[in-house]
């Protein structure tokens, strides 16, 4: 991949029109000024947060609404993927209504892409629809979950079986955030990145793979251009399929099995991790299919190994893991829909995935 001109801004269409901004910068200074269009002088605003976010960046981020809005309040959950639910949503809903939030209101995620997909699920359905900002604060929010209007909560054990379709009229991005990750949840985001680069750019997957170390070190212009091309690649696939009719399924891929992981471990292994081991077992299966060789499948392992996306699935049985990939809102009808590798930077819907297939990569996997 050349070296990309990055832009502070991209445009995100749907259905010919356009549908709001991506901002990218490196501090919360102009987040009034990219929010001007949407008069907060007429408006109540309520900032969704988390636990882990509210004591880094609430402050801030309050002030600087509270210098145009007619009133802003916060409201602030337990951090984790176990609270993504309805119950916290009714927290939620209860919140705005006593504070007399009507539909000329907004809200306004403020961290990862829980918040995020909780705050546009509220938002999609409070009073049949307001609406909601985006501003992203972990690397896997600001290249995958905040853009697209992808909107939802767990139900039970089931991840993201409740939702809705919602865009936000802006994605903010502030990289600095990114400095305030655990390296964890940091290289937890880069489970998204890669699988960017595996299903729509070669390119763009060896440029990865040539710029690990800086990666690791959180290099600014590095992430700059990693964020700025990964939601190049996400916003296309988004504007040309907005409510999953074909392409957009392909940003499922290695999330088959990997959500399948994620709810096995109850939600203890982070999103990026465990989507992680699934593009791996999925390029498995690509190699399995006649699509890679034993040498690309290797290093696609190497790469996501780098940033620690790799754990031992002894404590989870393969015939559970594939019991459990059943139970995927991904599934159509009695059948898996996988999405594969054709070749390193183009995926395909495949409906032939065999029990025994998925066995024999989940039994190779060391």
């Known amino acids: 991949m050349d070296q990309i001109k990055i832009k502070n801004r991209m445009e995100i269409k749907t259905d010919g029109k356009k549908a709001y901004d991506i901002y990218l910068t490196d501090s919360f200074e102009n987040l009034i000024r990219e929010m001007e269009f949407l008069n907060l002088e007429k408006r109540k605003v309520c900032i969704v947060t988390e636990s882990h976010v509210a004591p880094i960046y609430l402050r801030e981020v309050y002030e600087r609404i509270s210098e145009k809005a007619v009133k802003t309040i916060s409201f602030s959950f337990e951090a984790g993927e176990e609270h993504k639910q309805l119950k916290t949503i009714e927290g939620l809903y209860e919140h705005l209504i006593e504070n007399h939030f009507d539909r000329k ?48 909560v767990d139900f039970m054990q089931y991840k993201n079986m409740v939702g809705a379709f919602h865009q936000p009229k802006l994605v903010y991005i502030n990289t600095s955030t990114l400095k305030t990750l655990t390296e964890r949840d940091y290289f937890s985001g880069m489970g998204e990145v890669i699988k960017h680069g595996l299903i729509k750019d070669k390119d763009y997957y060896e440029w990865i793979r040539a710029h690990v170390e800086k990666i690791k070190d959180r290099d600014h212009e590095t992430l700059r251009e990693m964020i700025y091309q990964s939601c190049q690649i996400k916003g296309g696939v988004v504007e040309r399929d907005p409510k999953e009719q074909g392409e957009r399924a392909q940003l499922n891929f290695g999330h088959t099995l990997g959500h399948a992981i994620e709810k096995l ?3 203890q292994w982070l999103h990026g991790e465990c989507v992680g081991i699934g593009c791996q077992l999925a390029a498995m299966l690509s190699q399995k299919k006649g699509n890679l060789s034993e040498k690309e499948v290797e290093e696609i392992k190497q790469i996501f190994g780098e940033f620690h996306l790799w754990k031992p699935l002894d404590e989870i049985g393969p015939q559970d893991i594939i019991k459990a990939s059943k139970s995927d809102k991904k599934m159509e009808g009695n059948q898996i829909k996988f999405i594969l590798l054709r070749k390193i930077g183009e995926a395909y819907i495949d409906r032939s995935v065999t029990d025994e297939e998925m066995l024999d990569v989940l039994r190779k996997w060391d």
């Open 265 to 267: 471990k109850d939600f």
């Open 105 to 152: 209101d907004l809200l306004i995620a403020l961290g990862g892409g829980v918040v995020g997909d909780m705050t546009g699920f509220a938002a999609a359905t409070y009073l049949r629809g307001i609406e909601f900002v985006q501003v992203p604060t972990t690397l896997l929010s600001q290249v995958d979950s905040s853009i697209g209007g992808k909107t939802g």
